[in-house]
């Protein structure tokens, strides 16, 4: 089972933009991945998905905005996050996953102010 770090996100205005990565202590070739967020108050949500050869993943609410990718080399997966809205304020989690194992990392914060 992998140990993910997040890092990247931070406080931005409406509009700006941040990338998210997260880096994992091995392999991620034969892993599924994504990124989830949770706002305060609320049930955490998937934002993104890419299965290991699979098709990527958009959530409707931000489809057009962000996009996610894998670089399997350097055991990382990122999170680009495009025309930043006050509403995708929230605690982003990297997942990545293959069955039995789900692995987590602690978060990275994501403000945007309005």
């Known amino acids: 089972q992998v140990q993910l770090v997040e890092s990247g996100g931070g406080l931005v205005q409406a509009g700006g933009s941040l990338r998210l990565s997260c880096v994992a202590s091995g392999s991620i070739f034969r892993l599924d991945t994504a990124w989830y967020r949770q706002a305060p108050g609320k049930q955490r949500e998937l934002v993104a998905s890419?299965?290991?050869?699979?098709?990527?993943y958009i959530a409707d609410s931000v489809k057009g905005r962000f996009t996610i990718s894998r670089d399997n080399a350097h055991k990382t997966v990122h999170l680009q996050m495009n025309s930043l809205k006050p509403e995708d304020t929230a605690r982003y989690y990297c997942?990545?996953?293959?069955?039995?194992?789900?692995?987590w990392g602690p978060g990275t914060q994501v403000t945007v102010s309005s």
């Open positions: 890419m299965p290991s050869g699979g098709i990527p």
């Open positions: 997942n990545m996953h293959e069955w039995p194992y789900d692995s």
